[in-house]
């Protein structure tokens, strides 16, 4: 059988939406892998499923293009919200993901903004494996850790170029203080407004952009008091905006596109 699917990207972000409303899901973790596989399958950073919800628009499940599995996804969310307010010619939805329900909605010059909920700091909410204080990590740069509905740990550099993400990325993510691994990002404050942001992505690598990511860096930015409650994140692929009033819930802000779509043997 074929499976269906389309091509979407935010900032070069890229991900695959399944709508698999109205059927039985037919996405696995095998088939996440291999559909993320970018020389024999699609190619994306994430996967994400649509499936029938009666408490929201739709359910929103997250793969990484290794087949594991993941809670939230920001780009991600804001292609499937502005791929089913197209549909519904509305301007508002909502979409319940393991994170929770996450309001959408399309901005006066056509960004998708979503409610990504409140990041938690706890070091068991994260997780980590033994309690620490998560502002300020006991490991070389003293990084800052939160979750978004996953991992986040966050270094805030002087110069961005001196880092070697590809080396110092896999290292973080695969660090034993992690049992579930996490995403990586390395910040370089421009000032209390912008910020650059290079990252290592849990499952899938170097990463021109991604949303949780950027709000995750904003957030542990905040909290140590860098930076203002709006920030522009200026990620490889392009920027987006993330704000945080330092209590209730992140909202992220950016663009979305559509690539291509397609079909894929399931076999």
């Known amino acids: ?5 389309q091509k979407m ?136 850790a939160c979750s978004m509905g996953n991992p986040h740990c966050t270094y805030f550099v002087d110069d961005l170029a001196s880092f070697d993400v590809a080396t110092i990325g896999p290292a973080i993510e695969t660090n034993a203080l992690f049992p579930l691994k996490t995403n990586v990002h390395f910040v370089q404050i421009i000032d209390r407004t912008h910020i650059r942001l290079r990252i290592w992505e849990r499952g899938a690598g170097i990463a021109l952009g991604s949303g949780s990511c950027s709000c995750g860096a904003v957030v542990n930015g905040i909290r140590r008091g860098l930076l203002n409650s709006t920030v522009e994140v200026e990620c490889d692929g392009g920027s987006v905006t993330v704000r945080w009033d330092g209590v209730g819930a992140v909202f992220l802000i950016g663009s979305v596109e559509a690539s291509f779509s397609g079909t894929m043997s399931q076999g």
């Not at 059988?1 to 699917?5: C, Q, R, W």
């Open 9 to 144: 990207h935010a900032n070069g972000d890229d991900f695959v939406i399944v709508d698999s409303r109205n059927s039985t899901n037919p996405v696995t973790s095998a088939m996440a892998q291999r559909m993320g596989d970018r020389n024999r399958g699609v190619g994306f950073n994430q996967l994400a499923v649509l499936l029938d919800c009666d408490d929201a628009d739709a359910r929103v499940m997250f793969w990484n293009a290794d087949g594991s599995a993941l809670d939230v996804c920001g780009s991600a969310t804001r292609g499937a919200a502005d791929m089913l307010m197209r549909e519904a010619n509305t301007t508002s939805l909502v979409l319940r993901t393991n994170r929770g329900l996450l309001t959408c909605e399309r901005t006066r010059n056509g960004d998708i903004s979503v409610e990504m909920g409140v990041p938690l700091f706890g070091w068991s909410d994260i997780p980590l494996v033994q309690e620490l204080d998560t502002a300020a990590l006991p490991l070389a740069g003293n990084p800052a």
């Open 1 to 5: 059988m074929l499976l269906s699917f």
